[in-house]
């Protein structure tokens, strides 16, 4: 939308998706137990190295996702953080503010400034701002997946210990 020849038609829009973009996604591990287990030696009992294996890759993968959210994802907002100042008026986003989320606009407010170096800036920083949401997902998916076949690893190797 802001490089369309009708940019100054699309504020509603683009005000809204531009205040939505600086939201991060949080990541949170439920993972005392293999804190527990790797910080205490504990993990020596684990006697099945296939078990054992599919733990450690889970644990690596969860670390991985922690430090890159933590890192890439929030570094990425702040560089967003100059373009929103330059294009967008405070006034609007204020109006646009419904509890901890946020409907459109439906006067069709005006950017700041239309310049095109400024709006190509706007749009690369929201390209790698995506780019970096989609890789979180697709990750978390993949995390997932190992959790779930962490798990029926677990279930199926210690079935007799119920």
Known sequence: ???????????????YFARWAPRTYRFF????TLIQLRNSGNWRLIRKRKVSNALQIYDEQVRTITQYIEHREESLVVILYSSLNKLFD????????????????TTNPSLLSYDPQALNEFANQIHFVKNSNLYFIRNSVTLLGYAKRTLSLIEQDYANLK
């Not at 939308?1 to 005000?15: A, L």
């Not at 405070?90 to 419904?98: A, R």
Request: charge should be positive.
């Open 1 to 15: 939308m802001v490089h369309s020849s009708q940019v100054k038609q699309h504020g509603n829009e683009i005000y």
């Open 29 to 32: 591990s439920h993972d005392r």
């Open 90 to 105: 405070n006034q609007v986003f204020n109006q646009m503010v419904v509890g901890i989320g946020f409907k459109k606009p």
